[in-house]
C-alpha cells in the first residue's frame, strides 16, 4: 500500500484504528478541517472530480470498492497517488451515509479568496448570503456549476462548502466551479459593485419580473439569494441594484432556495448562451 500501488489482499486492510485511518476520520469535523487544511470527499463522482483536478491527497477504498471501482482506483495508483485499503469498518467510519460507498478521498480545501474569483472578471456569481443547509449549498453549487456559473460566494456565516453532505450534494461540482467564502456580508457586496457587477437580489416583492429581466442579464451580474429560514435580509436587499421576483402562476405561496436559484441562474444562463453578451 505503498504511494502508487494499489492493493487489494485483505490481510493488508487497515482498520478504523490505524493512525492514518484516525486522522482522515477527524475530518468530519469543520475545526480540524480548518486545521489540516484537508477535507473528505465520498463516493464515485466526488472522487473522480478530485481526481481531475490534483487535490487528492490519498484514497482510501473498501474490498467491495476495489471491485466496482478497480479503474478509477488504479488509474489513481498509477497517477501516484497514495491508494489505501481499509476494513469495512474503517470504510463506515471514514464515510457519513448510511451505506457507505467505500470510496473516499483525502482532498486540499477548495475554498478561494473571493479576489480570485473577482480578478477573472466573472459575468455571472451566486451569492448565497447566510445559507445554513448543507444540502442547499451543495445543490445550489451543482447548479452553478451546470448553468455555466463563473463562482458561488458564500456571504456572511455560512455552511461550510467542505462539510460532508455538501459535499455529497455537490456531486462533484464542487470541484469545477470556484468557490468563495466572505464573512461580512457588506464588505462582499461592495466588492461586487466595486468589480463592476450588478447585483440582483431575489424577493417575492421584487419590482422586476424574472420574465422582463433579460436586459439585466446582459451585464456581469451576481445574484442574491437569501437563508432558507428568514429569506433575504430587507437591508441586503436593499443594497441591491434591482430586486427581482419570480412569478408563481399555481397556488404555491413561495419557492425553497435551491428551487429558486436553480430558477434563476437558468434564466440568466438562458441569456448569456444565447449570445446576448
Known sequence: MTKGHLSERPADALSERNPRVVSAVKLHRAPQRRKAGLFLAEGANSVTAALETGRVRELFYSAAAATREHELIAGAAAAGIRTTLVSDRAAEHLGETVTAPGL????????????????????????????????????????????????????????????????????????HVPVARHHDVAETLDSLAAAGITLLATTAAGEVGLDEADELFQRPIAWLFGNEAHGLDPAVAARADHRVRIPIHGRAESLNLAAAAAICLYASSRVRHAGAF
Open 104 to 175: 473516499v478521498a483525502v482532498c486540499e480545501l477548495v475554498d478561494v479568496p473571493l479576489t480570485d474569483i473577482l480578478g477573472k472578471r466573472p459575468r455571472m456569481l451566486a451569492v448565497p448570503v447566510e445559507i445554513a443547509e448543507p444540502g442547499n449549498a451543495g445543490t445550489l453549487i451543482r447548479v452553478a456549476d451546470a448553468v455555466g456559473a463563473d463562482g458561488v460566494v458564500l456571504a456572511g456565516d455560512t455552511v461550510d462548502p467542505h462539510n460532508g453532505k455538501c459535499v455529497r450534494a455537490t456531486a462533484g461540482s464542487l470541484f
